[in-house]
């Protein structure tokens, strides 16, 4: 099983940017699939990003695409997740998630199996 550690958040003005960390133990995040999303008070929990374990697919939620990037490090076993332009409204938790399963990139929660505790992002001037 893996056991994930997202690090990065912070309290970051409007237009700033921020690279979250998912670290894992007990193995690879490379044999992973694993997905970025992200919570706020009061609403539901919604996806960021996700990137597949083998043909290394990606895909970006609607109001993430074209300003955040996911990317992985093999020295460091970790998934990073690149967020630019942050906005008010971004301010969540953001929480990493795994799967060993099978290979595939998915934006549903329901389809990963392990969870990190989470990084809180503040977005405020």
């Known amino acids: 099983q893996l056991q994930l550690m997202e690090s990065g958040g912070e309290w970051v003005q409007p237009g700033g940017s921020l690279r979250l960390s998912c670290a894992a133990s007990g193995y690879t995040l490379l044999a992973a699939n694993v997905g970025w999303f992200r919570q706020a008070p009061g609403k539901e929990r919604e996806a960021v990003s996700c990137?597949?374990?083998?043909?290394?697919?990606?895909k970006y939620a609607d109001s993430a695409r074209g300003r955040f990037t996911i990317t992985r490090d093999l020295a460091s076993n970790a998934v990073y997740l690149q967020m630019d332009d942050l906005e008010p409204e971004e301010t969540a938790i953001y929480y990493c998630?795994?799967?060993?399963?099978?290979?595939?990139?998915?934006?549903?929660?329901?389809?990963?199996?392990?969870w990190g505790r989470g990084t809180q992002v503040t977005v405020s001037s």
């Open positions: 998630a795994a799967s060993l399963v099978y290979n595939f990139c998915s934006l549903a929660p329901k389809d990963y199996s392990d």
């Open positions: 990137t597949s374990s083998f043909d290394r697919d990606a």
